[in-house]
Every structure is written in structure tokens, then in C-alpha cells.
T-cell receptor, first 113, second 115 residues
Framework: DADVTQTPRNRITKTGKRIMLECSQT?????MYWYRQDPGLGLRLIYY???????NKGEISDGYSVSRQAQAKFSLSLESAIPNQTALYFC????????????FGSGTRLTVV | KQEVTQIPAALSVPEGENLVLNCSFT??????LQWFRQDPGKGLTSLLL?????REQTSGRLNASLDKSSGRSTLYIAASQPGDSATYLC??????????????FGQGTILTVHP
């Protein structure tokens, strides 16, 4: 099994619908992140969490919300999906020490029509 | 604000060539630098992690160097193979201010190795 698992892998949804992307990890890392990737814009940070009770906004949090249900689970919700939220979404984890690297999941491709 | 630039944006080489991908960053206050590989539509696979106190890291045919003071890193790929074709992303973990610990990514270099 992958260290960082994202579900679903692909999703097509309609404008205005609420959708949740899920991330779970088996690495025992305390820090979890959500990024989105768009052609020409690279990867941008949406939300991050240092532990279950510590959640922070990233660069582009508008239109998104998150929930850290447990140390191993971090979900991203789009409250009312819009077409410009069509992107590739990545979850990442890291230990809470600066010199540790990041581990990324395989991504969720979301299309909003 | 940290900015990361990767040059070239795209590179096409014949199989067997040695090649160098470049990454530069504007703020030298970093904890580490990580090189990733991304296949089309897929996730990011970590290739090498260099701490700010290190000069280089090696893994198989890959060698990454870091010159923190000048804000530069290179990824050297020896004896390239078609299977190396992918996008290579450079990312720095910031040490300063409100960006503490966060990653800043470059735009990537799209590498094509043709037989």
C-alpha cells in the first residue's frame, strides 16, 4: 500500500456540488498539506495542518475547507464547486522537523463541469 | 517572498546523454531542497533531498548539488534513458518568516529522452 493514499483518483462533478477529497497516510507524520496543480501555475498550497487541532490557510484557501479527523487523515472539501477548481490535487505529509522531506500522494484529478 | 526558477523549461535529448537541470531560488533561508519527478497526470516522486548544510546527494544515476549562498541547485542525470522522460520539479523548504517549513516549487523542466 502507498504511504500516502488519496481518494478518489479521478472525479467529475457539476458546478455547485459539494465534494470531498480524502487523504490518509501510514507514515506516522504529524504534518499534512493540500496542494493544487494547474498548468503554468505550478503547485500552490491550499491548507496545511501541523496536528489535529492546528489547521492553517495556505495561499489559495478561498472556496475550500479542510478537516483533520485524525493524525493520519486529512480531507479537503469544495463547498460549492466551480469550473476554475478543475485541477490536480495533491496531499503531502512530513514529520515536524525542518530537515525532513515531503511525501506526496498520487493525486486526485478533479473536473468541475 | 521566495521564488524558484527552473531552467530549461523543456529539454529533449538522445538516449545516453548526460544532462543537467538547473534550479535557482531567491531567498537562501532554506532548510532543504527536494527534487521530484512527475510523470504525466501522476503524483510526485521524491528523488533527492539535500539539507541546507549539504553540498550534494547521489542516488544511482542522479546527483544533485546545492550552493545555498548563491541560491542554486543542479540535478545531474547520467546516461539518460527513455524511462527518465518526465517533468522534474525543484522545491525548497523555506526557513524564514511566515513561510516557515513550507515548500515553494519551481515550474518544472519537461525532459524527453528519445531512443
Amino acid at each position: 500500500d502507498a504511504d500516502v493514499t488519496q481518494t478518489p483518483r479521478n472525479r467529475i462533478t457539476k458546478t455547485g456540488k459539494r465534494i470531498m477529497l480524502e487523504c490518509s497516510q501510514t507514515k506516522g507524520h504529524d504534518r499534512m498539506y493540500w496542494y493544487r496543480q494547474d498548468p503554468g501555475l505550478g503547485l500552490r498550497l491550499i491548507y496545511y495542518s501541523f496536528d489535529v487541532k492546528d489547521i492553517n490557510k495556505g495561499e489559495i484557501s478561498d472556496g475550500y475547507s479542510v478537516s483533520r479527523q485524525a493524525q493520519a487523515k486529512f480531507s479537503l472539501s469544495l463547498e460549492s464547486a466551480i469550473p476554475n477548481q478543475t485541477a490536480l490535487y495533491f496531499c503531502a505529509t512530513r514529520l515536524g522537523f525542518p530537515n525532513y522531506g515531503y511525501t506526496f500522494g498520487s493525486g486526485t484529478r478533479l473536473t468541475v463541469v | 517572498k521566495q521564488e524558484v526558477t527552473q531552467i530549461p523549461a523543456a529539454l529533449s535529448v538522445p538516449e545516453g546523454e548526460n544532462l543537467v537541470l538547473n534550479c535557482s531560488f531567491t531567498d537562501s533561508a532554506i532548510y532543504n531542497l527536494q527534487w521530484f519527478r512527475q510523470d504525466p497526470g501522476k503524483g510526485l516522486t521524491s528523488l533527492l533531498l539535500i539539507q541546507s548544510s549539504q553540498r550534494e546527494q547521489t542516488s544511482g544515476r542522479l546527483n544533485a548539488s546545492l550552493d545555498k549562498s548563491s541560491g542554486r541547485s543542479t540535478l545531474y542525470i547520467a546516461a539518460s534513458q527513455p524511462g527518465d522522460s518526465a517533468t522534474y520539479l525543484c522545491a525548497v523548504a523555506n526557513a524564514g518568516g511566515t513561510s516557515y517549513g513550507k515548500l515553494t516549487f519551481g515550474q518544472g523542466t519537461i525532459l524527453t529522452v528519445h531512443p
